[in-house]
């Protein structure tokens, strides 16, 4: 791995969720501030789609800023997801369908959205394949560009065992 990426992997990896969050909120300010062009571009288009005054756009689009920002660094924290953090972090409803999901010995496809802790599901996935009945999960990503931040994403992604196969490559692995 090229060192620089190494070396954010080391250090991101030794973030806390709560580390995590800050430094989210951090960088989601910083970029708030120093990116003016899509900070208009945002606060229009919530205007345009939600239906909003402009005052109300501004807080949405910061708080999306931000929250951008914390969902990304979460990628650190895969490595760290075992039964301690999910008992600790994740609440679960019995009734929802992902349960019904922890809860069966059948092989299971799962297509999910980026929305909440998308980041996190990686871990969780692959903490749930360490139970005795499951086998490797599969996930399946968009390649990035940069080889680089590719091999740093597919690496933390795939930190509790979860297999990251690139979309374009993935039917050859599922």
């Not at 994740?90 to 809860?103: G, R």
């Not at 998308?118 to 903490?127: C, F, H, N, P």
């Not at 795939?158 to 979309?167: E, F, N």
Request: with cysteine; proline share 4%; glycine share 6%.
């Amino acid at each position: 791995m090229n060192p620089i990426y190494s070396a954010f992997y080391t250090l991101g990896t030794k973030m806390t969720v709560n580390s995590s969050k800050m430094l989210g909120c951090a960088l989601g300010t910083v970029m708030w501030h120093s990116l003016p062009k899509r900070r208009k571009l945002a606060i229009d288009a919530i205007q345009q789609h939600l239906n909003v005054e402009h005052e109300e756009a501004v807080v949405i689009a910061k708080k999306s800023f931000i929250h951008n920002c914390r969902s990304f660094l979460e990628i650190f924290l895969v490595p760290k997801v075992d039964n301690k953090f999910l008992s600790e972090l994740i609440a679960q409803d019995e009734d929802h369908p992902f349960s019904a999901c922890v809860a069966t010995d059948a092989p299971i496809i799962a297509i999910t959205g980026h929305m909440g802790a998308w980041e996190i599901m990686a871990g969780i996935l692959g903490e749930l394949a360490t139970a005795p009945h499951r086998t490797q999960p599969q996930i399946v990503v968009r390649t990035n560009k940069n080889e680089s931040i590719n091999e740093l994403i597919f690496k933390l992604r795939g930190g509790r065992g979860a297999k990251i196969l690139s979309h374009r490559n993935a039917v050859f692995g599922v």
